[in-house]
């Protein structure tokens, strides 16, 4: 099951724009992450922020959590046509075994238009 | 240094074959991760093994599937009696260090596998 859900499921931007996905969860978290995915490259890890911060930055990503509200944002600055890809989040939560899980959302597919 | 390597990149399977998928993590690294990721989906996790040993394998979708990691390096997923349904992109991964979730992890290209 997918506890994640990002929002936009699409976005479409101009080079230069910024780009604000969201992801919302569910269950109480370790730490939240976020994964960037094209054809090129595969699944790259961007940035983990953990349950007891709420903010980081990244170069051109900044994230924020919010635990109360059981969401997270990634902003990407001034995109670039390489940015093109799909953007998921994933939770670290306890799982039934004794340790953590990373669960996936289904992501958000963003286009930078040269 | 090398990344996670995966194969093969691309599998064609008949129904009813029995598939091998392999997986070499990052050298050193003590946890290793396999994920289903169907198309148009996130990843969706199978099961975690730190070094040796299998720790959690709660994702698995049936018996027909089973993995190991030997020596604690390089691991295998096996899918016995493929069925249309198993279709999808299978991704492995590695981190650091134990504790899956907690640290970032390095994912490997994944094989695509198509069960006819």
């Known amino acids: 099951s997918q506890q994640g859900e990002e929002d936009p499921q699409a976005l479409s931007i101009q080079e230069g724009e910024n780009a604000t996905m969201n992801c919302s969860y569910k269950?109480?978290?370790?730490?939240l992450q976020w994964y960037r995915q094209n054809s090129g490259r595969g699944l790259v890890h961007l940035i983990l922020?953990?349950?007891?911060?709420r903010e980081k930055h990244s170069g051109r990503l900044r994230v924020t959590l919010d635990t109360s509200k059981k969401s997270s944002s990634l902003l990407i600055t001034a995109s670039r046509a390489a940015d093109t890809a799909s953007y998921f989040c994933?939770?670290?939560?306890?799982?039934?075994?004794?340790?953590?899980?990373?669960?996936f959302g289904k992501g958000t597919k963003l286009s930078v238009i040269p | 240094g090398a990344g996670v390597s995966q194969s093969p990149r691309y599998k064609v399977a008949k129904r009813g074959q029995d598939v091998a998928l392999r997986c070499d993590p990052i050298?050193?690294?003590?946890?290793l991760f396999w994920y289903q990721q169907a198309l148009g989906q996130g990843p969706e996790f199978l099961t975690y093994?730190?070094?040796?040993?299998?720790?959690?394998k709660s994702g698995l979708p049936s018996d027909r599937f089973f993995a190991e990691r030997p020596e604690g390096s390089v691991s295998t997923l096996k899918i016995q009696r493929t069925q249309q349904e198993d279709s999808a992109v299978y991704l492995c991964?590695?981190?650091?260090?134990?504790?899956?979730?907690?640290?970032?992890?390095?994912f490997g290209p994944g094989t695509r596998l198509t069960v006819l």
């Open positions: 991964a590695s981190s650091l260090i134990e504790g899956p979730g907690l640290d970032e992890q390095f």
């Open positions: 269950t109480s978290i370790n730490n």
């Open positions: 922020i953990r349950s007891n911060e």
């Open positions: 994933a939770t670290a939560e306890a799982s039934g075994a004794g340790s953590y899980q990373l669960t």
């Open positions: 050298s050193g690294h003590v946890s």
């Open positions: 093994f730190q070094n040796e040993a299998q720790l959690d």
